[in-house]
């Protein structure tokens, strides 16, 4: 039974800073592609970044977030981390972890999903 748990979401003020966690369990995600997505009110579910770990971490980042956010893993934990920096209101969403086989900003191109965390930005 894969399951993949977030946490670390919260109330944090604009310009703040939070690290979101997402535990894996039920298989090794170790050669798998993990990867962030949010979902903010009455909007789509949008990336945020992705990380796939073959010889070397390799990253991708939506527009939004490049510079202020940074994926990371360790794959001992079989954990994915999102350090998200300088965040703004508009950073307000559900941060979903996701986990697939390749590379892509698309969510229909991740098989495996958490539950969601909460990320609130006042301003």
């Known amino acids: 039974h894969v399951q993949l748990v977030e946490s670390g979401g919260g109330l944090v003020q604009a310009g703040g800073s939070l690290r979101l966690s997402c535990a894996a369990s039920?298989?090794?995600?170790?050669?798998?592609?993990m990867g962030w997505f949010r979902q903010a009110p009455g909007k789509e579910r949008e990336f945020v970044a992705a990380i796939r770990w073959i010889g070397g971490a390799t990253t991708i980042y939506a527009d939004s977030v490049k510079g202020r956010f940074t994926i990371s893993r360790d794959n001992a934990k079989n954990t994915v981390y999102l350090q998200m920096n300088s965040l703004k209101p508009e950073d307000t969403a559900v941060y979903y972890c996701?986990?697939?086989?390749?590379?892509?900003?698309?969510?229909?191109?991740?098989?495996?999903w958490g539950q969601g965390t909460q990320v609130t930005v006042s301003s």
């Open positions: 039920g298989r090794s995600f170790s050669n798998a592609v």
């Open positions: 996701a986990a697939g086989q390749k590379l892509v900003m698309g969510p229909g191109g991740y098989d495996y």
